[in-house]
């Protein structure tokens, strides 16, 4: 499905992008996430494709907002039922109740929205936009605030959704983990949209830095280029010449690389490197160990600081330890090279 | 004694349903910010400041056979039960209005909106969602309106005059009771509206807790 859409207020907005399947819009707070939801749901005025004009009324779509808005005063399977009005009686009851139980919920049936916890409010919320059969299910933040197995409940329902439902989702969100799991990705900044495609092309190929850092690059390394060898291209930075993968640019011109922390590996002393990666290998010690659930946070500091983050399992193998000497590599494909224009607006903020 | 009581309790009633008639449309008005509502709110809450007297003044002014209202032709209100209500009503509206206005104001516009999402039109939005949840803000705020009309004194002496078998009202009978000098019957009549006014209060008090836990606030992010 193709969107296209402008609207003025509350802020400018413009894009064109396709949501197929499961869709995460990613951006920070501010950037029209919601605005462009609202939108599409026709709670706001825009001109576009597809729904323009038609009233939220009459518009094939399921909309959450981010509190998920169940009735309070109603029970959640009166909540699915009022998605329901051409159906009377207990026809309408037993039809709600069969989408409760879809989304695992049957045994909520009879609760109020105050006594369901966070993560089973955005589920019968899920199943009442669900029970209109629309087209497309606009979700606004539908994770924050949930901790992980609440979070991970609504996922799987939203999933469940997309693949068992055949429905579109569009989901604003800028949770990392929740955007990893989608088909496609769109990112959007004020009001723009900086770049959209399959999730998987534009986590390993982000068109700016902007984009970068938003998909999770926290690692960024300013330096020059200083030459070009096929396929790399050689950056000087405070760790010496790193080669990333790129297009050949002029020597001189201001460049930055960026890596995730969960890219920066440490290197295991015991085994031969990769004579391509061998030249990305940085000196150094590990400051701070943070332990976060099932992974490990790492400060690294050499000629550059570098955040690490680890799973679990492979700190138990390393055993890192605080102030100890380590070498990490930045292997030239987990590096994502940016340059001129960029590498300017990195430095201006 | 029992005359007059039930004339204060009609009146309270009178004037409660008076402003259970313009209040909600009033606040559900005035939920949206516009140009001038601040002025119009606090045109709405003077009585609140204003002593009785003054109130009560003012609309002797424009009952009167000569005033504005006769001489466009609605027949003269003052010192008849009509006019007591009129000024009752007009004296308890800030408790109604904020009552009220609190209750459209506690309404999610997110419910609105996702109601109209599922597909439902103004008419199900008022049955089925903005009723349901301004009920009892609307039924406390009347109650509220009903207490305070039914201890009003000053303007229902202004306007009402006080005349046995017509205006009197228990207020202004146990003002009478005690400047004759009739302790007894003043202490009878005292109590009895004691425990009334205790009653009613009590009740828009217990109905306001009933409904906060009931519903709840809809911001459910938190985890259990």
């Known amino acids: 499905m193709e969107i296209r859409y402008r609207l003025h207020r509350p802020l400018p907005l413009a894009v064109a992008f396709r949501v197929e399947g499961f869709t995460a819009l990613l951006g920070p707070s501010g950037a029209g996430k919601t605005t462009l939801l609202k939108a599409l749901a026709g709670l706001l005025p825009a001109e576009g494709t597809p729904y323009a004009g038609l009233p939220p009324e009459k518009r094939p779509i399921g909309y959450l907002p981010q509190n998920a808005a169940l009735f309070p005063h109603l029970t959640a399977w009166q909540n699915v039922a009022f998605a329901l009005p051409q159906l009377r009686g207990a026809d309408r009851e037993r039809v709600a109740r069969a989408w409760l139980h879809r989304f695992g919920l049957a045994h909520r049936a009879e609760h109020r929205p105050r006594e369901l916890s966070g993560g089973e409010v955005r589920r019968v919320a899920l199943a009442r936009a669900l029970a209109r059969n629309p087209e497309l299910l606009l979700l606004d933040e539908p994770t924050a605030g949930l901790d992980r197995p609440n979070r991970d409940q609504v996922l799987r329902a939203i999933l469940y959704a997309v693949e068992e439902h055949g429905v579109r989702a569009l989901v604003a969100t800028h949770d990392l983990e929740l955007a990893q799991a989608a088909n496609r990705l769109a990112v959007l900044d004020e009001g723009r949209l900086l770049q959209s495609g399959p999730s998987e092309e534009v986590h390993q190929n982000p068109i700016s830095l902007r984009v970068a850092r938003l998909l999770g690059f926290e690692n960024l390394i300013p330096g020059r280029v200083v030459g070009y060898r096929s396929p790399y291209v050689e950056v000087a930075t405070r760790a010496g010449v790193l080669r990333a993968l790129g297009n050949p640019m002029p020597q001189g011109t201001p460049a930055v690389l960026a890596v995730r922390p969960e890219e920066v590996l440490i290197v295991r002393e015991d085994r031969p490197l990769h004579p391509r990666d061998a030249a990305n290998t940085i000196a150094g010690v590990i400051r701070r160990l943070r332990r976060m659930g099932p992974v490990v946070e790492a400060e690294f500091e050499g000629p550059i600081p570098l955040l690490l983050r680890l799973p679990r399992h492979v700190q138990d193998r390393l055993e890192l330890r605080p102030g100890e000497p380590r070498r990490v590599v930045l292997k030239p494909r987990y590096l994502q090279l940016f340059s001129e224009d960029e590498a300017a607006s990195f430095s201006s903020d | ?224």
Do not use: C
């Open chain 2, 1 to 224: 004694m029992i005359e007059v009581l039930l004339r204060s309790l009609l009146l309270a009633a009178a004037s409660a349903g008076l402003l259970l008639l313009v209040g909600p449309l009033l606040a559900y008005l005035n939920r949206r910010a516009y140009p001038g509502r601040t002025l119009v709110e606090s045109l709405l809450l003077t009585p609140i400041a204003l002593p009785p007297t003054v109130l009560g003044f003012y609309l002797l002014l424009l009952f009167s056979p000569d005033g504005p209202l006769s001489r466009i032709g609605v027949p003269s209100l003052a010192f008849t039960f009509p006019g007591m209500v009129v000024g009752a009503a007009l004296f308890s509206l800030p408790f109604a209005y904020t009552a009220y206005r609190e209750a459209f104001r506690a309404l999610d516009e997110d419910l609105l909106e996702t109601a109209r999402t599922l597909g439902a039109g103004r008419l199900r939005r008022a049955r089925e969602v903005v009723f349901p949840l301004v009920w009892p803000g609307i039924v406390s705020g009347t109650l509220l309106a009903f207490a305070h009309a039914l201890g009003e004194f000053g303007v229902v002496l202004m306007v009402g005059g006080n005349i046995p078998g017509k205006t009197q009202v228990a207020s202004t009978y146990i003002y009478d009771l005690v400047e004759g000098l009739e302790f007894t019957a003043a202490h009878r009549a005292s109590a009895i509206m004691l425990a009334l006014a205790f009653a009613l209060v009590y009740l828009t008090r217990a109905l306001e807790e009933r409904w906060r836990s009931a519903t709840g606030s809809t911001d459910r992010s938190r985890s259990r």
